[in-house]
């Protein structure tokens, strides 16, 4: 599986992004998928996923109420819609695959497949 992520870029403090990550090579049926973000010096950290069983979604607890986690299967797309943003938040964002995964946040290590990351910037 190939993963591509896009949508990163710069945004002001309390500003939006939509991140998409792209699949190929395979679909995503039976993939948890979830995006993290590592910011410089920091470890890799869960940020949402959703389940590779039944689709619920999982959020890191800093972004509940703020990100959505969505998936097109058609598309074989998954989007993470960034609201309110901080500029703690400013990082590379990394979408990854765990087979048959559920709530993959703080399963990093199992990943599968990683895309290549996208920077998001937020400026204060």
């Known amino acids: 599986v190939q993963l591509v992520e896009s949508g990163g870029g710069l945004v002001q403090a309390g500003g939006s992004l939509r991140l998409s990550c792209a699949a190929s090579g395979s679909t995503f049926d039976g993939y948890a998928i979830g995006w993290f973000r590592q910011a410089p010096g920091k470890e890799r950290e869960g940020v949402s996923c959703i389940s590779g069983r039944d689709d619920s979604t999982y959020y890191g607890a800093s972004v509940k109420g703020r990100f959505t986690i969505s998936r097109d299967n058609a598309k074989n797309m998954v989007y993470l819609q960034m609201n309110s943003l901080k500029p703690e938040e400013t990082a590379v964002y990394y979408c990854?695959?765990?087979?048959?995964?559920?709530?993959?946040?703080?399963?990093?290590?199992?990943?599968?497949?990683w895309g290549q990351g996208t920077q998001v910037t937020v400026s204060s």
């Open positions: 990854g695959v765990v087979w048959r995964g559920t709530d993959i946040l703080y399963y990093s290590d199992y990943v599968d497949y």
